[in-house]
């Protein structure tokens, strides 16, 4: 819609992206805590991938409605600003995932790599700096495992991390930190 507004200057797309960011921000289930719950597999994927839209449309004018609090609220929340004091971002803060549903990095440095590594209880041997885990499973914040085998709360994947990380620059760019 913003392009598309840009390209033709046709009003319909600006409500079209208006329309969009308000039923995400007003009219979808959250958490207690704030986090837009869209879909159960890869919860904070979406969140971000919103958040990221919606701060993208303001930026270039499209809306005329501010959701910059609400978008930056999710990323707030996948940084640990919820009530388990949780990042969901790998590395960041005092807790973190630390059995993210990862082969390579749950296996060790040396020696057999096998299902058994895999399925071990222990943290992964190799941290994921950065790497974004799915998230809760449901509009519950505490529906969240940090079990390797949980792979729908666990999952690492790179389209996971490309919202969150298009949403952390758009809120650089907007003068937020």
Not at 34 to 57: D, E, K, P, T
Request: net charge negative.
């Amino acid at each position: 819609a913003v392009v598309s507004t840009q390209s033709t200057g046709e009003a319909r797309y600006t409500s079209q992206a208006e329309a969009f960011c308000k039923k995400i921000f007003e009219g979808t289930p959250t958490t207690n805590d704030g986090l837009v719950f869209i879909q159960q597999w890869g919860s904070l994927r979406h969140a971000s991938n919103v958040a990221f839209a919606c701060m993208y449309a303001e930026s270039e004018g499209v809306l005329t409605n501010s959701y910059k609090a609400k978008a930056k609220r999710q990323i707030d929340y996948i940084l640990g600003d919820n009530s388990r004091k949780f990042s969901y971002l790998i590395g960041y803060g005092d807790s973190y995932p630390l059995q993210p549903h990862h082969a390579s990095s749950s296996c060790p440095s040396t020696g057999s790599c096998s299902w058994n590594e895999f399925n071990s209880d222990d943290p992964n041997p190799h941290v994921l700096l950065g790497a974004l885990v799915g998230g809760p499973k449901t509009a519950n914040d505490y529906d969240y495992q940090d079990v390797r085998s949980d792979y729908i709360c666990n999952e690492v994947t790179t389209d996971y991390n490309s919202g969150f990380q298009s949403a952390v620059a758009a809120l650089v760019d907007m003068g937020e930190s």
